[in-house]
Nanobody, 121 residues
Framework: QVQLVESGGGLVQAGGSLRLSCTASGSIFSISAMGWYRQAPGKQREWVAGVGSSSSTNYADSVKGRFTISRDNAKNTVYLQMNSLKPEDTAVYYC???????????????WGPGTQVTVSS
């Protein structure tokens, strides 16, 4: 069984920073792509940023230059450093990962339960 758990969300003023973490645990053979999504009230879930197994990164235009995604493969953890936060960044942030469990030849996609980020104006 594989689980993803996010942490680091909270309330911050506009212009502030937060760092989200997401750790995968369980019977894991390998993790390929990892990423972050977010869902604001009344809106669809949207992709925010992704990082490959070789640490190549991609960002949504709305966060480019403000957010930085990184990963620590030894800890099965992905991070999202969020700077210059805006009220429109308010959302529940979800971690996502493609994981090959131990004793499996297949790769499965997993989601964390989400962490709330609220940016006040």
């Amino acid at each position: 069984q594989v689980q993803l758990v996010e942490s680091g969300g909270g309330l911050v003023q506009a212009g502030g920073s937060l760092r989200l973490s997401c750790t995968a645990s369980g019977s894991i053979f390998s993790i390929s792509a990892m990423g972050w999504y977010r869902q604001a009230p009344g809106k669809q879930r949207e992709w925010v940023a992704g990082v490959g197994s070789s640490s190549s990164t991609n960002y949504a235009d709305s966060v480019k230059g403000r957010f930085t995604i990184s990963r620590d493969n030894a800890k099965n953890t992905v991070y999202l450093q969020m700077n210059s936060l805006k009220p429109e960044d308010t959302a529940v942030y979800y971690c996502n990962a493609d994981v090959r469990p131990t004793l499996s030849v297949r790769v499965y996609n997993y989601w964390g339960p989400g962490t709330q980020v609220t940016v006040s104006s």
